[in-house]
């Protein structure tokens, strides 16, 4: 699903190159739950972006879905996005004069499905994220539990094939946290959607089934849980 090779994000500074990303090479299988971790600055952000098509690489190739991502114009990455990945942040991102229903079309009616379509599809995704008759209310009458479904449901409404979740429970209290992660997993479990996680939280992290670890632009650790879970982790984190 997710095949990196030898790819490398570099900005120009004053100070000389500093490498955001170095020389990583992964694959992530198609049905795979993968955990991003590391310290803050590590290239975490970096590395979903490129997958997601946000950004582009420096050098090295980047394969999503059978897709180069590196041989694409914006109009072909913007369509990428749209048709293969469902991106879902901390801050939830959703357009707060829009309502629910609205804001989880906007990529049904940016892809010009029918009203019919939109309306029936809308329906499902609330219901799927256990948001049934929360169409017509706006973002800020909600809790952030519910405003991250909302988001989730939004990623989900184009039916793709992978997930990237930045930091999904950073801005969410233990109990909704877990309900997101919930969430994620039976997605993952009952539709085989990928899903690349980037996360502080070993907690959440433990929701993946292989955690990749990066430091300083590089992955240092990267494990699929075992019959010990993730806790051979804890020293590569530390
Ligand atoms: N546009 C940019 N110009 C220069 N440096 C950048 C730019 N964007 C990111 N960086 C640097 O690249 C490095 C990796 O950033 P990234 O956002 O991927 O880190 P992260 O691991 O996601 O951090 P956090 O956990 O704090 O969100 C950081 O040192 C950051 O300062």
Known sequence: MITI????????????????????????????????MGPSGSGK??????IGGLDQPSSGNLIVDGIQLNNLNEKERTLFRRKKVGFVFQNYQLLP??????????????????????????????????LEGKGSQFPSQLSGGQQQRVAIARALAMKPQLILADEPTGNLDQKNGEDILALLSKLNNEEQITIVMVTHDLQAAAAAGRIIVIRDGEIVNDQKKGVLGHESMASSLA
């Open 45 to 50: 952000s970096t590395l979903l972006q490129l």
């Open 97 to 130: 004069m829009m309502t629910v229903s609205e804001n989880i079309a906007l990529s049904l009616s940016a892809n010009k499905a029918s009203k019919t379509e939109i309306n029936l599809r809308v329906q499902q995704l609330l219901k799927d994220v256990n």
């Open 5 to 36: 090779q030898e790819v490398s994000k570099v900005y120009s500074l004053e100070s000389g190159d500093f490498f955001a990303l170095n020389n990583n090479n992964i694959h992530i299988n198609k049905g795979e739950f993968a955990a991003i």
